[in-house]
């Protein structure tokens, strides 16, 4: 009996130890470390919502989550980072909600860049974050590996930022060269006027605009001022004819890794985040005339209803085809 008893002392002794060696192990296991990458310049207000979305998801999960953010198209411009999410070399990326749009099975997302589908910034946040866009996120999802999770951070409306001008009316585009997203949709929007479409990414752009490679772009005064853009184009023309909203992206593959706990986790941090870059943006979209002026350039409203008509069924060829049929009336609709 006694050495029943030892043996059974000692089988204790091993099972008390292996759940301590196991405790241990887990109290200190590494972090998850994510790579976050973004075209978007550091110091802007979208880098520091990326940062500020690090936090919260640090926070959060006590330190098991951790984001290294690269910008300034540090680790791939919008293509290539979308194409490392689908092969798994990278895993978030703070874009604009259709730049997936560049990929087949994602290409409904072509609807966002519709020119004047929204009312204004808040209207399209709403219907970005609503019922009919998670459809599109969810097919995006299946058919690309790519997933949009949380939409947030208000962009500048875009402008018509030239070269030449000013610009009043669609005529004074025809034979410019104009460096545009390279996203369907844009590049028929911006052909229909008579636009020359340059495909460049933004890092790209300034030294193209200054050695009279491209005549201008149409960025807002987010990504216009702060990637100097005015330096070097000194014609503003207030179009708003797109109305973007940042997205967070993730991997497919890796979103599948987490537990619901996690992704929950994740959407809280976005929506910390992206309401950072909206309080900024705003801030910066309130000084952006004056920092115009102080570089000289001319700033105009242009005829608003002409660049509408002109541009007002650009949708036509893409409903039915590229998305279903009525879904650009469901989103006019969401606004009323």
């Given at each position: 009996?006694?050495?029943?008893?030892?043996?059974l002392a000692?089988?204790?002794?091993?099972?008390?130890a292996?759940?301590?060696?196991?405790a241990?192990?887990?109290?200190?296991?590494?972090?998850?470390?994510?790579?976050?990458?973004?075209?978007?310049?550091?110091g802007?207000?979208l880098?520091?919502?990326?940062?500020?979305?690090?936090?919260v998801?640090?926070?959060?999960?006590?330190g098991?989550?951790?984001?290294?953010?690269?910008?300034?198209?540090?680790?791939?411009?919008?293509?290539?980072?979308?194409?490392?999410?689908?092969?798994g070399?990278?895993?978030?990326?703070?874009?604009g909600?259709?730049?997936?749009?560049?990929?087949?099975?994602?290409?409904?997302?072509?609807?966002?860049?519709?020119?004047?589908?929204?009312?204004?910034?808040?209207?399209?946040?709403?219907?970005?974050?609503?019922?009919?866009?998670?459809?599109?996120?969810d097919?995006?999802?299946?058919?690309?590996?790519?997933?949009?999770?949380?939409?947030?951070?208000?962009?500048?409306?875009?402008?018509?930022v030239?070269?030449?001008?000013?610009?009043?009316?669609?005529?004074?585009?025809?034979?410019?060269r104009?460096?545009?997203?390279?996203?369907?949709?844009?590049?028929?929007t911006?052909?229909?006027?008579?636009?020359?479409?340059?495909?460049?990414?933004?890092?790209?752009?300034?030294?193209?605009?200054?050695?009279?490679?491209?005549?201008?772009?149409?960025?807002?005064?987010?990504?216009t001022?702060?990637?100097r853009?005015h330096?070097?184009?000194?014609?503003?023309?207030?179009?708003?004819?797109v109305?973007?909203?940042?997205?967070?992206?993730?991997?497919?593959?890796?979103?599948?890794?987490?537990?619901p706990?996690?992704q929950?986790?994740?959407?809280?941090?976005?929506?910390?985040?992206?309401?950072?870059?909206?309080k900024?943006?705003?801030?910066?979209?309130?000084?952006?005339?004056?920092e115009?002026k102080?570089?000289?350039v001319q700033?105009?409203?242009?005829?608003?209803?002409?660049?509408?008509?002109?541009?007002?069924?650009v949708?036509?060829?893409y409903?039915g085809?590229?998305?279903?049929?009525?879904?650009v009336?469901?989103?006019?609709?969401?606004?009323?």
């Open positions: 009996m006694p050495t029943v008893r030892r043996r000692r089988l204790a002794a091993t099972v008390v292996g759940v301590a060696l196991v241990a192990s887990t109290a200190h296991a590494a972090p998850l470390v994510l790579r976050f990458g973004t075209p978007f310049i550091a802007s207000n880098h520091k919502a990326m940062e500020k979305m690090a936090e998801l640090a926070q959060e999960s006590k098991e989550i951790k984001l290294q953010i690269y910008t300034d198209s540090q680790i791939g411009d919008i293509l290539q980072l979308i194409t490392g999410m689908q092969l070399t990278v895993d978030l990326a703070y874009l909600v259709g730049n997936a749009g560049q990929i087949k099975a994602c290409a409904p997302l072509n609807i966002a860049y519709t020119p004047y589908l929204f009312r204004d910034k808040r209207a399209a946040e709403v219907v970005f974050n609503g019922p009919i866009f998670q459809q599109l996120y097919d995006c999802a299946k058919g690309a590996g790519v997933r949009i999770f949380q939409v947030g951070g208000d962009r500048s409306p875009r402008a018509l030239t070269t030449k001008g000013p610009i009043r009316k669609p005529e004074d585009l025809a034979g410019m104009m460096r545009i997203p390279p996203i369907p949709i844009f590049r028929e911006f052909e229909k006027v008579g636009v020359k479409v340059v495909p460049l990414g933004l890092n790209e752009v300034y030294m193209a605009l200054s050695r009279g490679q491209v005549d201008g772009q149409d960025n807002g005064f987010d990504l001022l702060t990637f853009f330096e070097v184009s000194k014609y503003w023309s207030a179009t708003d004819h109305y973007d909203v940042a997205a967070f992206y993730m991997s497919e593959r890796r979103w599948k890794t987490l537990t706990e996690q929950a986790m994740f959407k809280r941090a976005a929506v910390a985040g992206g309401q950072v870059a909206t900024l943006g705003e801030e910066f979209d309130a000084k952006g005339l004056e115009l102080k570089a000289g700033y105009v409203v242009p005829d608003r209803a002409a660049f509408q008509a002109a541009w007002g069924d949708w036509k060829s409903e085809k590229v998305w279903p049929d009525g879904l009336q469901k989103i006019r609709d969401a606004q009323k």
